[in-house]
């Protein structure tokens, strides 16, 4: 399966889909939200979203059937539950039972929540308005950022990549280790593309690196989950780069 075509088709259907999942959301002002959050959650349009999800993933021949989501939301609820979902993506192996009963890869299974949670999260972002700055971590969702952009005056900007969340922080600055000593960061640039965009911001201390984009104005708007695909090339050559 190609990536770039199933994170676009995702994006999309997450994009897409108007309805409201998130109800009644009550925020006490602190970060990260979803740590100090109440919400409802519309029941009727998640399992409505998590059909359309199906759907998707059997047109790109991911799975060969539909998955009996009445029957698997009544034993999530039973399991887990939907906040907790929102706050983090459960283990690895809450999902075993679920793929077992449902005859289904269990990473499969766990696709369509994963896609779920980032619908609820970026509904939550949405709805919650804070000029927060110079956070290491998503004021929304507190996840480490996954993706950032240069503006032509020189501003950085932080993506999530669960929950598009952006946010400023220092134009040099480690958001993993929180190092600030420029000497300490290096660019990557690939050889024989010039004309790319994308390059790579490593931190000497952590070992830890962050994809970029030169933004060609200060109002240019990106997918931070699309422009994650379009660098990983990236991802093969800073680790040969820096000798991890």
């Not at 990536?3 to 994009?15: C, D, F, G, H, R």
């Not at 108007?18 to 970060?31: A, C, F, P, T, V």
């Not at 349009?45 to 059997?58: A, D, T, Y």
């Not at 600055?173 to 000593?181: A, I, L, Q, T, V």
Request: proline share 4%; net charge positive.
């Amino acid at each position: 399966m190609d990536a770039k075509k199933l994170v676009s088709t995702m994006e999309k259907l997450i994009a897409g889909f108007d309805e409201k999942l998130l109800l009644n959301i009550s925020w006490n002002g602190k970060l990260p939200v979803t740590d100090n959050v109440e919400v409802e959650f519309n029941e009727e349009k998640i399992m409505e979203f998590l059909k359309r999800v199906n759907l998707e993933l059997i047109s790109l021949e991911l799975i060969n059937r539909k998955i009996n989501f009445p029957g698997l939301i009544t034993n999530f609820k039973d399991k887990g539950s939907f906040l907790k979902l929102l706050k983090d993506n459960l283990e690895e192996g809450f999902w075993e039972q679920f793929a077992l009963k449902q005859k289904v890869k269990k990473e499969i299974l766990a696709l369509h929540f994963l896609i779920l949670r980032r619908k609820m999260l970026r509904e939550l972002s949405n709805a919650i308005q804070n000029n927060q700055s110079n956070h290491q971590t998503c004021p929304t969702c507190g996840t480490l950022p996954g993706f950032a952009a240069i503006t032509p005056t020189g501003e950085r900007i932080l993506f999530c990549l669960e929950c598009q969340t952006q946010w400023r922080y220092y134009r040099l600055g480690c958001p993993k280790c929180g190092n600030k000593f420029h000497e300490d960061f290096i660019e990557i640039h690939p050889e024989g593309k010039e004309e790319t965009p994308y390059f790579g911001e490593v931190c000497k201390k952590c070992g830890s690196y962050l994809k970029t984009k030169k933004l060609k104005s200060n109002e240019e708007k990106i997918n931070p989950n699309l422009e994650d695909v379009e660098s990983l090339f990236l991802d093969y050559l800073i680790p040969k780069k820096i000798n991890y």
